[in-house]
Antibody, heavy 122, light 107 residues
């Protein structure tokens, strides 16, 4: 059974940094592209970033480009999102999600973690 | 980017009744649309991909259809566990985008 477990969500200051992680199990991690999708309080889902199975290809939403960095360690079955220059509008539950193919292209998400809450506030 | 517009925002339905949820894309997305169910405090769950293909383990009462840029999720006979928020997503164009969700509540 696919299992995705996020961690690292916390309260951060505007212009601060935070790293969230997602530990995967139940499947061959490196064979799948992975993504971060967020949901602000009371709002819809927003795709944030994706990384290919091998980690060599990444993509970002315009709203986070230049501030967030996605990465993965396939030896540890773990996905990361480094968030710098945080803004109040980055406040959201961050979900990690599995794409159905190894490539970080537009795709749907067949498995999701429970999410980790990031709050940006002074 | 493609805008996915869902309607209605809230749908009040009695158990056992049919629920019809709509999602309209701002331009053609072929049939590259997925539907997700989300209950409070839980992760989204994939229901439908390719507009009409049920995901593994999804009951047959859930069905999806497409007509041009209009997509429909139908729940044929609502069960108590089906009251939740449903979101559509297009994955035909970069970046993938979601609708704002339809909340299905008990009437």
């Amino acid at each position: 059974e696919v299992h995705l477990l996020e961690s690292g969500g916390d309260l951060a200051q505007p212009r601060g940094s935070l790293r969230v992680s997602c530990e995967a199990s139940g499947f061959t991690f490196g064979s799948y592209a992975m993504a971060w999708v967020r949901q602000a309080p009371g709002k819809g889902l927003e795709w944030v970033s994706a990384v290919s199975g091998g980690g060599g290809h990444t993509a970002y939403a315009d709203s986070v480009k230049g501030r967030f960095t996605i990465s993965r360690d396939n030896s540890k079955n773990t996905l990361y999102l480094q968030m710098n220059s945080l803004r109040v509008e980055d406040t959201a539950v961050y979900y990690c999600a599995r794409l159905t193919i190894p490539y970080a292209v537009a795709d749907f998400f067949d498995s999701w973690g429970q999410g980790t809450l990031v709050t940006v506030s002074s | 980017e493609i805008v996915m517009t869902q309607s209605p925002a809230t749908l009040s339905v009695s158990p056992g009744e049919r629920a019809t949820l709509s999602c309209r894309a701002s331009e053609s997305v072929s049939t590259n649309v997925a539907w997700y169910q989300q209950k409070p405090g839980q992760a989204p769950r994939l229901l439908i991909s390719a507009a009409s293909t049920r995901a593994t383990g999804i009951p047959a009462r859930f069905s999806g259809s497409a007509s041009g840029t209009d997509f429909t999720l139908t729940i044929s006979s609502l069960q108590s566990e089906d009251f939740a928020v449903y979101s559509c997503q297009q994955y035909n164009h970069w970046p993938p985008t979601f609708g704002q969700g339809t909340k299905v509540e008990i009437k």
